[in-house]
């Protein structure tokens, strides 16, 4: 991949989640794919057996969401990723006992997948639900999705593809939707802004979490558009909105 500095790449891992010392359970499911092991550039015949559509969910957790997508669009392969050790340990879990096929684990962070390993035009559909809000307002610049990173994750979309965001955190989705609509190759497939129910959309552990509690979950649904011809990119800072780590933290 050309368009980002590739030392950025360096940098957000040692900031986001080169491990330390923490206890780190092995996964041994064979949906669970060590980043050592991962071609950069993907190889996805070599990683799934076929050439099917790819999807991707960032923060997958601890599986709820892609467990009921895989099963639904069995005709799609899933990439599902985390930084987090034990939800990929637990995702991994739940798709083992479900026997789906269709759906590789890594542990990995979110922009070192974009930059590093996915081609443009290479997914069908991005997932990203319940992102760590941030709600401070101190807080707000270390949130994944900014515009550097929806630039980047237009790209790495199939000129159709679409990308889907929920949050509970209002001011996170506003924020997301604003610029959403400001870079030319989104399409909103909403009647508003942002909706509070997609019909047929799998619920994820946090979204379940706040409906219990009678939150409102905003959902972002918008699709690139194949008509729109997208520069290079240049400069872009993805160092921002990183995870920050602590020392003795879950992220392991
Ligand atoms: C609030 S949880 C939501 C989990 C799940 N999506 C859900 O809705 O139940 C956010 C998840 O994103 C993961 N995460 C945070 N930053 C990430 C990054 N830069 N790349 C990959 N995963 C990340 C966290 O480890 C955590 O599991």
Request: hydrophobic share 40%.
């Amino acid at each position: 991949m050309t368009d980002t500095k590739p030392c950025l790449a360096a940098e957000y891992l040692n900031a986001a989640v080169r491990p330390r010392t923490q206890r780190v359970i092995p996964i041994v499911s064979p949906l669970f794919v060590p980043t050592e092991q991962l071609a950069r550039p993907l190889d996805r015949l070599a990683l799934f057996g076929r050439l099917a559509p790819l999807a991707l969910e960032i923060g997958c957790g601890t599986g709820h969401f892609v467990l009921q997508r895989a099963r639904q669009q069995p005709e799609l392969d899933f990439l599902a990723i985390d930084i987090y050790n034990k939800g990929c340990l637990k995702t991994c879990s739940k798709l083992d006992a479900a026997g789906l096929t269709n759906v590789r684990v890594l542990r990995m962070e979110a922009r070192e997948l974009l930059v590093e390993a996915l081609p443009d035009d290479s997914l069908q559909a991005i997932y990203i639900n319940c992102p760590d809000p941030w709600p401070k307002k101190r807080h707000r610049e270390r949130r994944l999705v900014n515009r550097d990173f929806l630039e980047l994750a237009l790209r790495r979309l199939h000129p159709a593809g679409e990308l889907f965001f929920s949050s509970d955190q209002r001011d996170y989705v506003e924020q997301v939707a604003e610029v959403l609509a400001d870079v030319p190759g989104f399409r909103n497939q909403l009647a508003a802004p942002f909706v509070e129910s997609l019909p047929g959309y799998p619920l994820s552990k946090y979204m379940r979490r706040f409906l219990d509690q009678g939150l409102p979950v905003h959902f972002l649904h918008h699709r690139r558009d194949p008509a729109i011809s997208l520069p290079a990119l240049s400069g872009l800072d993805l160092r921002r909105g990183y995870r920050a780590r602590r020392p003795g933290g879950r992220h392991e």
